[in-house]
């Protein structure tokens, strides 16, 4: 049994906006009752009007959601991007518009950033549940309205697996790629969110097949996400790093 069918819905299925694609996902979720709750370790709920991922059994895992409204994402929308580590890495210019996909969105934070900075971004998720979450922040964007409405206009979210894509149909400048990993290869101090998720989504385990299907997509760059101390994807050295404190981006040219 999969930890993703161990999942519960914490709210009725009218509930669930009508505007969200998953939402015959979300309501073919069985709905948590006192009787059931031991028979399931996770939930989904609405908490400040936001889907939010519980775990039961954990008090610590709680409230692990995609938002788009925090003071801390304000905070990086006011520093001029193309001076920040992924802005670089994409190489960004201002006289052109990129088409970027994040070919690994999770909760989509990078791919907002990316549309903030201008370009247009497609965002491809493969787990429904994460898909859920992330289409539920794009939602609560768009309806705030201003300059929040206009990042959220040049973000497309697709829920499926970046691997399935045919590269002959799909080319873009950029494909960026943040794979996750088993939980063992990052820090105790992990985030939260990250920390739950690893509990729930299957590794990547086919670190080779994303870089190699990247470059088939990529007409300029492919851009990955690592530790800084972490070996580089599929063992294939960089064509140029962008390295921070924390992180570095790995940069392929096709």
Not at 38 to 51: F, R, V
Not at 119 to 134: D, G, H, K, Y
Not at 157 to 169: C, I, Y
Request: hydrophobic share 40%; proline share 6%.
């Amino acid at each position: 049994m999969s930890a993703e069918s161990l999942i519960a819905r914490n709210f009725a299925s009218a509930e669930i906006p009508q505007q969200l694609s998953s939402k015959p996902f979300l309501a073919a979720l069985p709905e948590l009752t006192a009787a059931a709750e031991e028979s399931y370790d996770y939930c989904l709920s609405y908490t400040n009007g936001a889907l939010s991922l519980d775990a039961l059994k954990d008090e610590a895992l709680t409230g692990v959601c995609s938002n788009f409204l925090t003071p801390a994402m304000q905070r990086r929308l006011r520093q001029p991007f193309k001076q920040q580590l992924l802005g670089k890495a994409l190489g960004l210019k201002a006289q052109r518009m990129q088409r970027i996909l994040d070919a690994t969105a999770g909760l989509g934070t990078d791919a907002f950033l990316m549309a903030a900075s201008g370009c247009e971004v497609t965002a491809i998720e493969r787990s429904p549940l994460v898909f859920a979450l992330l289409e539920d922040a794009l939602l609560r964007a768009q309806l705030t309205g201003g300059s929040f409405a206009v990042i959220a206009s040049r973000l497309t979210l697709q829920q499926d697996d970046f691997l399935s894509l045919d590269a002959r149909q799909h080319q873009y400048d950029t494909v960026y790629l943040d794979p996750m990993f088993p939980a063992g290869r990052r820090k105790a101090s992990a985030k939260k969110a990250m920390t739950l998720l690893q509990q729930i989504l299957p590794a990547e385990d086919c670190p080779e097949q994303l870089l190699s299907h990247g470059l088939k997509c990529a007409d300029k760059r492919v851009v990955v996400k690592r530790g800084r101390r972490s070996p580089p994807l599929a063992a294939r050295e960089p064509s140029l790093q962008c390295k921070g404190s924390t992180n570095r981006f790995d940069v392929y040219l096709p």
